[in-house]
T-cell receptor, first 112, second 116 residues
């Protein structure tokens, strides 16, 4: 059973469009991270959020942690082909022991 | 620092054989994690270490899986009597965790296992 569910599972969009990826759980997490993974490589950290309601921006990417620290979203503005990849959220297990549990993943393809 | 390295990158084996994967973490990192990932899915937690101590092993893992980190540096993951369902990418990650510091996970490129 996955603690973290991501939606959508797949997303194919045209260059320049906006999109939002969601990461939801019924559990509270002390922190949540977003990673991007490209084929043949390990995931690479994009951001960490730790405070309920926190919003962080990384160029065209905006990350938000839910007020109750149970969910998070990733919004990409004006997507580019270079944004293509598997986006993963990862939560510090509710036990707070830095055991990171990953979400189900969202595969994004941005078409030129 | 060369990052997290894993060996071998690819392993093809016949069902019933034993396989061992090695992970060399970033040198100053005290935490080491093993995950399993199938195509298009998120990594599934297997086990993790704080220095040489194994903190937890996933209940999803059968007794055929064992991991060690004998000196708190490199780690090995062994799968005995492999089954076709073991085919996956095995990812290793390391981090530095201290007090309330939220450690970033640094991943290796993974070891892909194919069981025929």
């Amino acid at each position: 059973t996955q603690l973290l569910e991501q939606s959508p599972q797949f997303l194919s969009i045209q260059e320049g469009e906006n999109l939002t990826v969601y990461c939801n759980s019924s559990s509270v997490f002390s922190s949540l991270q977003w990673y991007r993974q490209e084929p043949g490589e390990g995931p690479v950290l994009l951001v960490t959020v730790v405070t309920g309601g926190e919003v962080k921006k990384l160029k065209r990417l905006t990350f938000q942690f839910g007020d109750a620290r149970k969910d998070s979203s990733l919004h990409i503005t004006a997507a580019q082909p270079g944004d293509t990849g598997l986006y993963l959220c990862a939560g510090d297990h509710p036990s707070g022991t830095y055991k990171y549990i990953f979400g189900t993943g969202t595969r994004l393809k941005v078409l030129a | 620092d060369t990052g997290v390295s894993q060996d071998p990158r690819h392993k093809i084996t016949k069902r019933g054989q034993n396989v061992t994967f090695r992970c060399d973490p970033i040198s100053e990192h005290n935490r080491l994690y093993w995950y399993r990932q199938t195509l298009g899915q998120g990594p599934e937690f297997l086990t993790y270490f704080q220095n040489e101590a194994q903190l937890e092993k996933s209940r999803l893992l059968s007794d055929r899986f064992s991991a060690e980190r004998p000196k708190g540096s490199f780690s090995t993951l062994e799968i005995q009597r492999t089954e076709q369902g073991d085919s996956a990418m095995y990812l290793c990650a390391s981090s530095y965790t201290s007090g309330k510091n939220t450690g970033e996970l640094f991943f290796g490129e993974g070891s892909r296992l194919t069981v025929l």
